[in-house]
């Protein structure tokens, strides 16, 4: 056959093989080494026409296509390492290209030598190949599981072009110096007939290697996906188990009421568990929703008898304990009902909690026994031991090192409906939180322990019980809400807390009674039959002609802190969410009789550069979540240090009153921080009376200022006017 003729099929091969890779570069562009491929292809095809060419000068026909070549191999090898993520080494491309060009040249132009120039240019393709097949095996490691076809064919490409040069190569003492490749040879035939289809399989290797991976990551989304699907219904499952305990709680002392109807102390002991039990399940539901959001909700320690946690966990997870039959105790040990502790509360709870569920699922008869050891004090601390044990079927070693992981259950789906834990990886986290670690100790057929150790700060300051005043507020209260038991829980609390107030179900009604009559507040829903309270307050409400301010506070069962924002920000004074605790609704009501400090200005309210500074450094939204929250926390955290202050615990009240303080100066809060400055030295002068309300008053203002602010800052039409509308 004419070598003539082989060269041109090879040369229009070359050219199919260009456009072949570009359309996999522009399927797969995403996939790194793609376009390495695709210049090692054009540059390859750009050689082969030129070879065809040999009637050209020998510049264009030998010299500018064996360099394309090269360089064309150098891409493909470079490609390959990145497809493969495999460290290249250019060093020795960088020595050959200094030895091999100019001898290419030298043998061409000077001596002219074809079997020279045949070997320098096996030297450049047996690299090549060889580069290849290293980056194939380190990236994919030969007989792997992972090596599928696509290797295979890529790997027996490169090889089989490094036989075909080599063979040449081998062969070439039938040559002579002066031969080229349109020599009738039949080592030439042969090699020509080999190159014209190599550049088809190599391309085909190449585009299923590409395709492989494709399907690869395919598969891995398609697992994630699964797995994140079974990960969420493992999630929701067990958090249906976690309402079940509570929810056992309130119908199990419900139905309890109902044997005792002559003993008041009886029925205040059951309501108390029933509201206990209320409130778990609200801040679980929060929990749940702030998780979701990717959102972390700051614990507080606050002062409380571990004492009586115990045995308030105990009355909750009874009737759970009972249902099959067991035992659950508490054993305490160096603590006393009146010991005080600061700790984190809900976070302890929590645990405890979880670690008496899962002991309950898991144990069939016999008693579970909640144990409290506490050790000497030392500088007003003392170290808490909490042990968790049960007669159970106890662990193997195996079991022990799997419990902990996220979602792991030791038993069937029917056992697991029960009981109410939600996991002994959530338990680990929260300790580790606390700095201390969970221990477990179990023999078959014995039983399980679970323990930790806390250092808690002790006072000797015993605990009074928070009442509501009994003096009525001087309000006159409009509660907007449409459903019965909402308005008849509202009612009875209204009825101890102010003077007078109203009912209407709709805002239509709401709209009516304010225009006859005079409120102080509006406790409005969000959701009501005709239309959403919170639209209705920033198009309707404004409308309305008041002779005296009405301040607004929204009641909602959503969880999401979004709309508390939204509430603030349209110049609502609060949101409460259901379920509304008594305490809670009565300090807002409280707090809206407050007459505002007259020598607080708005100008002096905010250091407008600093805020401006810190809206630049944060994004807007973990800015918008952080003042969402900020007004709460400071009201919780002054009432926190109130309450510290009448414990006598002086230490911890102003490490939190300095924590404030490093909080308003951070937002730029000039006149909340000189209060709180003002405040610290009171506390150092005995017999000082403090304005606590005040205080309280000026870190809501300042956190409504903000929210102005930012919410002018990240609203487009703002823009034009933020000269004016920002004077701080």
């Given at each position: 056959m004419d070598p003539k003729f082989l060269i041109q099929v090879t040369?229009?091969?070359?050219?199919?093989?260009?456009?072949?890779?570009?359309?996999?570069?522009?399927?797969?562009?995403?996939?790194?080494?793609?376009?390495?491929?695709l210049c090692f292809i054009a540059l390859t095809g750009i050689g082969c026409g030129l070879l065809a060419a040999y009637t050209l000068p020998v510049t264009?026909?030998?010299?500018?296509?064996?360099?394309?070549?090269?360089?064309?191999?150098?891409?493909?090898?470079?490609?390959?390492?990145?497809?493969?993520?495999?460290?290249?080494?250019?060093?020795?491309w960088y020595v050959l290209g200094a030895i091999g060009i100019p001898s290419f040249s030298y043998f061409l132009y000077v001596d002219f030598n074809f079997i020279a120039r045949v070997i320098l240019n096996y030297l450049v393709w047996a690299m090549a190949m060889i580069y290849c097949l290293r980056a194939l095996n380190q990236g994919q490691k030969l007989l792997s599981k992972d090596f599928t076809v696509a290797h295979w064919a890529f790997g027996l490409s490169c090889f089989s072009l490094l036989l075909v040069f080599t063979f040449r190569a081998v062969m070439l003492g039938s040559y002579s110096v002066t031969d080229s490749l349109v020599s009738a040879n039949w080592v030439n035939q042969f090699f020509s007939v080999s190159v014209s289809t190599m550049p088809l399989l190599l391309c085909f290797s190449l585009c299923l290697l590409c395709s492989s991976r494709r399907e690869k990551e395919l598969q891995s989304l398609k697992t994630a996906a699964?797995?994140?699907?079974?990960?969420?219904?493992?999630?929701?499952?067990?958090?249906?188990?976690?309402?079940?305990?509570p929810l056992n709680a309130i119908v199990g002392h419900a139905e309890s009421l109902k044997k005792v109807p002559r003993e008041p102390a009886r029925h205040a002991e059951l309501c108390d568990v029933i509201v206990h039990a209320a409130m778990s399940m609200s801040d679980l539901a929060n929990q749940v929703l702030l998780q979701a959001k990717g959102e972390y909700a700051a614990q507080n320690r606050?002062?409380?008898?571990?004492?009586?946690?115990?045995?308030?966990?105990?009355?909750?997870?009874?009737?759970?304990?009972?249902?099959?039959?067991?035992?659950?105790?508490?054993?305490?040990?160096?603590?006393?009902?009146?010991?005080?502790?600061?700790?984190?509360?809900?976070?302890?709870?929590?645990?405890?909690?979880?670690?008496?569920?899962?002991?309950?699922?898991?144990?069939?008869?016999?008693?579970?026994?909640?144990?409290?050891?506490?050790?000497?004090?030392?500088?007003?601390?003392?170290?808490?031991?909490?042990?968790?044990?049960?007669t159970g079927k106890g662990l193997t070693e195996a079991q022990i090192e799997r419990i902990f992981e996220p979602f792991v259950t030791l038993?069937?789906?029917?056992?697991?409906?029960?009981?109410?834990?939600?996991?002994?990886?959530?338990?680990?986290?929260?300790?580790?939180?606390?700095?201390?670690?969970?221990?477990?100790?179990?023999?078959?057929?014995?039983?399980?322990?679970?323990?930790?150790?806390?250092?808690?700060?002790?006072?000797?300051?015993?605990?009074?019980?928070?009442?509501?005043?009994?003096?009525k507020l001087p309000l006159n209260v409009l509660v907007v809400e449409d459903n019965a038991i909402n308005v008849e829980v509202i009612s009875n609390y209204l009825n101890d807390m102010v003077t007078q107030f109203s009912l209407v179900k709709s805002l239509a009604e709401a709209e009516v009674t304010l225009l006859a009559h005079h409120f102080d507040i509006v406790l409005l829903d969000m959701h009501l039959p005709d239309g959403h309270g919170l639209e209705w307050f920033k198009t309707r409400f404004t409308e309305i002609g008041f002779t005296k301010k009405v301040k607004v506070i929204a009641l909602t069962g959503d969880g999401d802190p979004e709309l508390k924002r939204r509430c603030l920000q349209a110049g609502m004074q609060d949101c409460l969410t259901k379920p509304v605790m008594p305490s809670r609704l009565y300090a807002v009501l409280e707090s809206s009789t407050i007459k505002q400090v007259s020598s607080i200005e708005r100008k002096v309210l905010i250091d407008r550069p600093k805020f401006l500074e810190l809206v630049h450094s944060e994004a807007s939204g973990v800015l918008a979540?952080?003042?969402?929250?900020?007004?709460?926390?400071?009201?919780?955290?002054?009432?926190?240090?109130?309450?510290?202050?009448?414990?006598?615990?002086?230490d911890l009240a102003a490490e939190k009153l300095h924590y404030i303080e490093a909080e308003a100066q951070n937002f730029g809060m000039i006149n909340l921080v000189e209060h709180i400055q003002s405040l610290q030295s009171q506390l150092l002068q005995t017999g000082s009376t403090i304005d606590w309300d005040t205080l309280a008053a000026v870190a809501r203002q300042s956190v409504e200022r903000l929210l102005?602010?930012?919410?002018?800052?990240?609203?487009?039409?703002?823009?034009?006017?933020?000269?004016?509308?920002?004077?701080a």
């Open positions: 040369a229009i091969t070359t050219v199919v093989c260009t456009v072949f890779m570009a359309v996999n570069w522009f399927i797969n562009k995403a996939l790194p080494g793609t376009r390495d491929w264009f026909s030998i010299f500018i296509p064996n360099l394309a070549i090269a360089i064309g191999l150098f891409y493909l090898t470079r490609g390959v390492d990145a497809f493969f993520a495999v460290q290249s080494n250019y060093m020795p699964e797995q994140s699907a079974q990960i969420k219904g493992q999630f929701l499952t067990l958090l249906s188990h976690e309402l079940r305990t606050v002062p409380f008898s571990l004492y009586s946690l115990a045995q308030e966990l105990v009355r909750l997870l009874q009737p759970l304990a009972l249902a099959k039959g067991l035992s659950l105790k508490v054993e305490v040990k160096g603590l006393y009902p009146q010991d005080v502790h600061v700790v984190e509360q809900d976070t302890l709870a929590l645990i405890l909690r979880n670690l008496l569920s899962n002991a309950i699922k898991y144990t069939d008869k016999g008693c579970i026994t909640l144990s409290l050891e506490g050790a000497a004090r030392e500088d007003d601390k003392q170290a808490i031991r909490f042990a968790i044990r049960d038993d069937s789906e029917q056992s697991i409906s029960h009981s109410a834990g939600i996991g002994l990886a959530l338990c680990k986290q929260l300790l580790h939180g606390l700095a201390a670690n969970l221990d477990v100790k179990s023999q078959l057929g014995q039983g399980t322990e679970f323990s930790f150790e806390l250092t808690c700060q002790c006072s000797n300051t015993p605990i009074q019980q928070g009442q509501l005043s009994a003096e979540t952080k003042l969402m929250y900020l007004a709460d926390r400071f009201e919780y955290e002054i009432a926190q240090i109130k309450g510290l202050i009448e414990l006598d615990v002086q102005e602010l930012h919410a002018q800052l990240v609203t487009p039409q703002s823009h034009s006017n933020q000269a004016v509308n920002l004077s």
